[in-house]
């Protein structure tokens, strides 16, 4: 794979402080839940949603993981036949 195809396949999203926020809010996450989940410290999510550091990396990548996921889950909703299971079990 090359780097356009990399380039191609990553999501149509920023990956900055004010998009991991987002993310973490719809979720519905404290910090500390959510930066477990990516792998740092409470604090420096912090300063990642309040724009005083930028992603490293490994932490773009953990992102868009858990947004891939999220997404997926959302387009799993929308599908009549997950909804008629979701209604049926009362989720």
């Known amino acids: 794979m090359d780097r356009a195809d ?3 396949s990553r999501p149509l999203i920023e990956c900055d402080g ?3 926020r987002a993310l973490r809010r719809q979720l519905g996450l ?3 839940e959510f930066a477990r989940q990516i ?3 409470r604090e420096t999510l912090s300063r990642l949603e ?3 550091w930028a992603p490293t990396r490994g932490v773009r990548r953990r992102f ?3 947004w891939e996921v999220e997404q997926a ?3 799993r909703l929308q599908d009549p036949r997950h909804r008629a299971v979701i209604a049926r079990l009362n989720l």
């Open 39 to 41: 792998g740092i410290a």
């Open 73 to 75: 889950r959302r387009q």
């Open 18 to 20: 004010v998009a991991i």
């Open 30 to 32: 404290t910090q500390n």
């Open 64 to 66: 868009y993981e858990i």
């Open 50 to 52: 309040n724009l005083k």
């Open 6 to 8: 990399v380039e191609s």
